[in-house]
């Protein structure tokens, strides 16, 4: 069974990419998906959407092959 949702590094290695390109693609990709948080507090754990992201890759590889 597949994760339904990723934390911050694990998003990183699906991407292969380090957390500061990471944190630069969630502010300036308005497509890619934001970041949810667990709780309310401020230190509540942070976690994206799997499927979110899976959309996200295939629309921008598609994108930059046509």
Do not use: H
Not at 5 to 24: A, G, N, W
Not at 25 to 47: E, L, W, Y
């Amino acid at each position: 069974m597949k994760k339904l949702r990723l934390t911050k590094k694990e998003v990183c290695y699906m991407l292969s990419i380090k957390q500061d390109k990471l944190d630069k693609i969630i502010k300036n990709d308005d497509k890619f998906p934001r970041p949810m948080k667990d709780g309310p507090n401020r230190q509540s754990a942070v976690f994206f959407d799997a499927m979110a992201l899976e959309v996200w890759w295939y629309s921008k590889t598609n994108q930059s092959s046509t």
